[in-house]
């Protein structure tokens, strides 16, 4: 890629070697070259994500080929794209899904995970999309099979993708519960859209569900925590239901009776996203422009954004997330 109108170098976010928030620091290093299928980005904010501490901390390398730099999604516009490419054009403004190269001022995408800014979004919102969004389309509605006048169960609803997925569930007809850790993070649910919000510090999800749910159980659970969550979860499900793990941050392992599994004709399933192959990530890109992006135009979804912080800050934005104590999503402003 050869255009005098473009910097030679760019400000990005690197860390060196495994550790905490403070690894974190503000280089310059040399726009990424442009691959067949692919679009460079002039980044105006990045979205902040689990995986992102996760990697920081040297337990989620990047895939091969992907960017050594954090960040999995990203709001700007396109100021180059590859030959062959008819669908989009330079000065087009997209957000899109990334395997990394995010916490940067500009990002090479694959075309297919690029999708229009809705209307009714700011820049900083649309980077609260893509990560989010794809993850719970994919692990909800296409794994989960979750339908309209089911009951959905989503753990951690106060995160980025908790409160995507309850206001996707809602739209779509379900019955939200959400479990959250305190009083401040359930109202938030509960706006939302969720019909029971329960504190887990206060309340075992599993009796609350047992006694207020009217028919005693859910169909569809979203879960991040694992380990300590795992034969609850079982308990809480229907037969027929479907149980979707898409992190485990309290542990992978654990021990369960596999009997309710047999006799309910449970499905336990999981995903990742990010090793998954572009056109895989295309289909879910369409679903979403055909399912979602119409709710979002008529402003009834919106991405929830906790708190901005400038690229030079990342380090107080793992802080942030790591803390526990956002709401919703945490964005990086670029320029």
Not at 72 to 98: Q, R, Y
Not at 185 to 207: H, M, P, R, T, W
Not at 236 to 254: M, Q
Request: proline share 7%; hydrophobic share 40%.
């Amino acid at each position: 890629m050869n255009n005098p109108k473009l910097p030679a170098h760019m400000r990005c976010i690197e860390f060196s070697d495994p550790g905490g928030p403070e690894k974190l620091v503000l280089r310059e290093r040399p726009l990424p070259d442009l691959g067949s299928g692919e679009v460079l980005i002039a980044v105006h904010a990045a979205g902040v994500n689990r995986p992102d501490i996760i990697q920081r901390m040297g337990n989620y390398p990047p895939p091969p080929g992907a960017s050594d730099l954090l960040g999995l999604e990203v709001s700007g516009t396109i100021i180059a794209v590859a030959d062959g490419i008819t669908t989009l054009a330079v000065g087009d403004t997209v957000c899109a899904l990334i395997s990394g190269g995010g916490y940067a001022q500009y990002v090479t995408a694959p075309a297919v995970t690029c999708l229009p800014i809705p209307s009714t979004l700011t820049m900083i919102e649309a980077a609260a999309i893509p990560e989010t969004f794809f993850t719970v389309w994919h692990n909800v509605f296409e794994r989960g099979a979750l339908k309209a006048g089911e009951v959905f169960l989503v753990h951690g609803g106060s995160s980025g993708i908790g409160t995507a997925a309850i206001q996707l569930a809602k739209s779509f007809g379900s019955t939200v519960v959400a479990t959250a850790g305190n009083d401040q993070k359930c109202e938030a649910c509960q706006s939302l859209g969720a019909d029971l919000v329960i504190n887990y510090k206060n309340y075992d999800f599993a009796e609350e569900i047992r006694t207020k749910i009217p028919d005693k159980g859910v169909d569809v659970i979203l879960d991040m925590v694992g380990r300590p969550y795992m034969s609850r979860n079982i308990r809480c499900l229907k037969t027929d239901g479907r149980l979707v793990n898409i992190a485990f941050l309290e542990g992978s392992k654990a021990e369960i009776d596999f009997m309710p599994i047999m006799l309910k004709r449970l499905i336990l399933t999981g995903s990742t996203l990010r090793l998954r192959d572009p056109s895989f990530k295309e289909a879910i890109a369409e679903a979403l422009k055909s399912h979602v992006w119409p709710l979002i135009e008529d402003n009834l979804i919106r991405p929830v954004v906790d708190s901005i912080f400038p690229l030079e800050r990342a380090a107080d934005a793992h802080r942030l997330m790591e803390s526990n104590q956002h709401i919703g999503k945490i964005v990086l402003k670029i320029s």
